[in-house]
């Protein structure tokens, strides 16, 4: 087989796995503009491979990925420590497919990115390999250099971590949306009671401005001082703005307009009607992926 045929064939099967090796990588480091650097490197590492000595052409992308993925996220870690502000995942516009697929729509919800932001390197990696894609622990094992013994425990103590702060109960779109829907017609009617209402009395808001435009440097806490937050921003502010529905990260989200400008992306968690916990994402960088979809898959 010549060299360039050789390319050309790992090139096919690379590209056939493309979604969910981005995926990967996406869920390893909640950023998508370091997954595709990811799998670039994944790429040209793969174009090297022995074709005919590989049995599982996907498990053995799929190790690369994570393995890449995991020395990218150690790079990241220290970037993150000097961030202004709270960092939040990359949103990403995603498929009517990804909302579908029950999942895929939790495993990238903006609640359940952040939680996996708390764990070490090795137990996100672990804990979205085997979890998410619902990898073999000897496959994981042999990923990041552990006994299958040493993983089920790492597995295991991820997912009682991730559980604890995201407890596993599912919220149908209609729900979010819903809540999404109140929010918005409290805010626009300048009804605070209104306001109060959608908001549960625990919610926490985080922003995430990178520096670049304005947001809140630390998380804040209860319905009142949201309510006040969102309340006193409208009033401040003097161009048109605009709340339009919008599916980020398989969930139905909003897409705030300044003067017809995208300005931030607002997801949020829902629970029991309420909306728990708002993410908004204002720094310029993260907010690329809104302007097409990005395909995501489990296999």
Do not use: C
């Not at 103590?157 to 109960?169: L, M, Q």
């Amino acid at each position: 087989m010549s060299d360039d045929h050789a390319v050309d064939q790992a090139t096919e099967i690379f590209v056939a796995h493309r979604n969910l090796l981005f995926t990967v990588a996406y869920e390893m480091l909640g950023s998508a503009a370091d997954a595709e650097d990811v799998l670039q490197e994944t790429w040209l590492r793969w174009i090297k491979v022995d074709l005919e000595q590989v049995r599982d052409q996907r498990a053995y992308l799929v190790r690369i990925t994570t393995r890449q993925a995991l020395n990218r996220l150690r790079t990241m870690n220290r970037r993150k420590e000097s961030y202004l502000g709270p960092w939040l995942p990359e949103p990403l516009l995603t498929a009517p497919d990804v909302a579908q697929d029950t999942e895929l729509a939790e495993s990238v919800s903006m609640a359940v990115m952040l939680v996996l932001e708390t764990l070490s390197p090795t137990e996100r990696a672990v804990f979205v390999l085997r979890e998410v894609f619902d990898v073999s622990y000897d496959e994981i094992a042999t990923t990041v250099d552990k006994t299958p013994a040493a993983v089920r425990q790492i597995a295991h103590r991820a997912r009682r971590h991730v559980d604890a702060r995201h407890p596993r109960k599912v919220v149908s779109q209609s729900q979010t949306r819903a809540a999404l829907e109140s929010f918005v017609h409290a805010l626009e009617s300048g009804d605070p009671q209104a306001l109060l209402d959608v908001l549960a009395p625990e919610v926490v808001y985080m922003g995430d401005g990178g520096g670049v435009k304005h947001a809140a440097l630390r998380p804040i806490l209860g319905a009142d001082k949201v309510s006040r937050l969102f309340a006193g921003g409208l009033g401040k502010n003097t161009v048109p703005i605009t709340f339009s529905p919008i599916a980020v990260n398989g969930s139905p989200a909003l897409a705030i307009h300044l003067d017809g400008e995208l300005d931030a992306i607002f997801a949020a968690r829902v629970e029991d009607g309420r909306i728990t916990g708002i993410y908004v994402v204002r720094n310029p960088e993260k907010l690329s992926r809104i302007a097409s979809e990005t395909p995501l898959a489990l296999r």
